[in-house]
């Protein structure tokens, strides 16, 4: 039986606007500030009574004002004081993931939107080019681009042209794809126009340049903040170092507590300091052997590098939980069976999945693998956003090259698409010639492919693969998707096999159709 707290009539009543029940034991905290939900938990450790009882006792000044009302969304003193005094004197970073905010940035540039997605311990939301189109002029004028003046004005004019050449390819495209799938059905009229719709601009958005202006929405704990903000200031490039000094601005008023050391010279000074010697040192290193020389064309594709673990290691992970023996034991009892026998054991352990969800457990991830991939930037963006991995690149030139849309061609709209690609490039070269090389991919369409590495286990794995390549995704990551399940297959086929949720159709259609039809059912019950 679960023990029971009482409290008075006045401390129920000091409480209610504060916690979503007062009497069970699993509950919200409600309308606090951020600091002081994490101040709460840093005591908490340490007290020996109950979270309410902790809130009433010492953390009364956040409670003061009477039912229904808040207090200062920056937080109390107490807690305020408890977050300096622990991060401030012994820099238990834990602390700082007991708390987190939410962070808009907007109008950052899709180079910059790369950045900001890069912690781990976060999560993103950000504007998608698959649903808003760019051919309508910001209201204030002018099409949506990262601006600065040092850019100069033969940046501008390029990049007006290529959204010209965006704005005037979306209606003929749109028009074509109409006509193509007009027997496509399945849907409404309006679901099957804003399939057409959405196709059009996935087909287009590699014309797109990667200093096309979207919006990213953070949620993040204090620490995940703390970090992103000093990044930010190290980085090279100068709209990340603003859009750094911008969040810091917005968290000393959202939860300056968890704040507090980036400006402290010996500590945040400190910490991006070394941030900026250690690019410096990899640049300077890169340089020394050779490495830093432009790369010829590549198609895209994604290469299998390195392999940890076999499928006995995996059998012998996926039976551990439920074994009461030690793992050499059960390695022991692997290797007593026949190669069908564990063939068999494998698909019955991870099999049993009603949708891609349904993930196999942890013992999936005693399995590693490190891709090298080369895709074009605009299927990067989507790849590199999964945060269970371990993604690295390299910067963004038109040296690996950039291709036409197969439905663009058919259209007969790519020599339009590849003046656009050459006017990018020839926008790219006169950054570089003028010195510019860290804004100069602003001026690149997205369309232009990028080199990375993905190096994560056998569980992201399955899950990056059924989900990228699903049939209402993007051409460009289903074919990467493919590409990493077949040569997974060739080392490990019962992995291989267990992702049933795979999509390896590739016949023309509309993607977006069975979704946009789906939003017109009315909902269940």
């Not at 895209?300 to 290691?313: F, I, P, Q, W």
């Not at 059960?330 to 969800?357: C, F, H, K, S, Y």
């Amino acid at each position: 039986m679960t023990p029971a707290e009482t409290f008075t009539a006045h401390e129920r009543a000091r409480l209610a606007p504060f916690v979503s029940d007062l009497d069970a034991p699993v509950f919200a905290l409600l309308g606090l500030p951020e600091t002081t939900r994490g101040a709460l938990f840093a005591r908490y450790s340490r007290y020996p009574g109950t979270l309410r009882r902790l809130l009433l006792d010492e953390f009364g000044e956040e409670l003061e004002g009477g039912a229904g009302e808040r207090p200062d969304p920056r937080g109390g003193n107490r807690a305020a004081a408890l977050y300096e005094r622990v991060l401030g004197e012994y820099g238990d970073d834990s602390v700082a993931q007991l708390g987190g905010a939410h962070i808009a940035c907007e109008w950052v540039s899709n180079v910059l939107t790369k950045v900001l997605q890069r912690p781990r311990l976060g999560a993103y939301l950000e504007q998608s080019t698959r649903y808003i189109a760019y051919d309508r002029p910001l209201p204030g004028g002018g099409y949506r681009y990262y601006r600065e003046p040092e850019l100069g004005p033969a940046y501008e004019q390029a990049m007006d042209e290529l959204f010209d050449t965006y704005a005037a390819l979306l209606a003929q495209l749109t028009a074509w794809l109409g006509e193509r799938f007009r027997s496509d059905g399945g849907g409404s009229a309006g679901a099957h126009e804003r399939a057409v719709r959405a196709k059009a601009l996935d087909l287009l958005r590699g014309l797109l340049p990667a200093g096309a202006l979207s919006h990213v929405g953070i949620f993040a704990s204090g620490q995940t903040f703390e970090r992103l903000i000093l990044h930010l200031r190290a980085h090279d490039l100068a709209e990340a170092r603003r859009c750094g000094e911008l969040m810091l601005a917005a968290m000393r008023v959202a939860a300056p507590s968890f704040v507090t050391r980036v400006e402290r010279p010996e500590r945040g000074g400190e910490w991006v300091a070394f941030l900026r010697r250690r690019a410096a040192t990899g640049s300077r290193a890169a340089r020394g052997l050779g490495l830093d020389t432009p790369d010829s064309e590549q198609p895209a594709g994604a290469r299998l590098l390195r392999v940890e673990g076999d499928e006995r290691l995996l059998l012998t992970a996926l039976l551990f939980e439920q074994s009461a023996h030690d793992e050499r034991e059960i390695e022991q009892a692997v290797e007593r069976l026949g190669d069908g026998e564990r063939t068999r054991l494998l698909g019955e352990l991870l099999g049993g999945r009603e949708n891609r969800r349904h993930l196999p457990g942890r013992g999936l991830e005693a399995l590693r693998y490190r891709f090298e991939i080369v895709s074009d930037y605009g299927a990067f963006r989507d790849l590199q956003r999964h945060r269970m991995l371990t993604a690295q690149w390299q910067t963004l030139t038109p040296h690996l090259g950039a291709e036409v849309p197969d439905e663009v061609e058919q259209a007969g709209l790519g020599d339009q698409f590849r003046r656009a690609l050459a006017r990018s490039r020839e926008a790219w070269q006169a950054l570089i010639d003028a010195g510019m090389e860290t804004q100069a991919p602003y001026a690149l369409c997205l369309a232009y492919r990028v080199r990375y590495v993905l190096d994560l286990n056998a569980r992201e794995a399955m899950h990056l693969i059924e989900l990228r390549s699903g049939r209402e995704g993007h051409s460009s990551y289903r074919r990467i998707a493919r590409l990493m399940h077949r040569q997974i297959a060739a080392v490990h086929p019962n992995v291989a096999a267990a992702m049933t949720y795979l999509d390896d159709s590739e016949e023309p259609r509309l993607e977006r159709l069975a979704a946009e039809t789906r939003r017109e059912r009315p909902p269940a019950g």
